[in-house]
């Protein structure tokens, strides 16, 4: 609970000092620092703990158990819109239509997961968290 604690602690002091310097600093700076993370950052970060972790073992029922999720939630959102088509004698419209089954498929985005599962669990189990994120779902968010 304290490792929990402490993760949070830390989360909510970098949000607040990005906070205070995005009013401090020009407007375009937190889109180059975007661009930054999200084409340097981030794959540096999972290269490096993918160098750090045990890939041996079972890990592909990680990426299986993420793909069967999302066809899941795809096929419950498909179900759910010929539902409402049959009972209300009307259909949605296409984006409204995409919309629900984008959702329902990757309804959670947030790489909050990341650094949450690796302070819970530790190393030896990121790359379960990492593989079924980089193959389809996302991170679980506690």
Avoid: C
């Amino acid at each position: 609970m304290i490792n929990l604690l402490e993760l949070y602690i830390k989360l909510v002091g970098l949000i607040l000092v990005g906070f205070i310097l995005g009013r401090k600093l020009p407007s375009n700076t937190s889109t180059y620092v975007g661009q930054f993370l999200y084409w340097l950052g981030v794959p540096l970060s999972i290269i490096g703990f993918l160098l750090q972790t045990d890939l041996s073992g079972q890990i592909w029922i990680a990426p299986i158990i993420a793909h069967l999720a999302i066809f899941l939630g795809a096929l419950l959102a498909w179900l759910r819109i010929k539902a409402q088509a049959h009972f209300t004698n009307s259909i949605p419209e296409p984006a409204t239509q995409g919309s629900l089954i984008l959702a329902a498929m990757v309804g959670n985005t947030g790489y909050l997961g990341f650094p949450i599962t690796l302070a819970m669990v530790g190393k030896e189990y990121f790359a379960w968290a990492l593989f079924s994120q980089k193959l389809g779902f996302k991170a679980p968010s506690f």
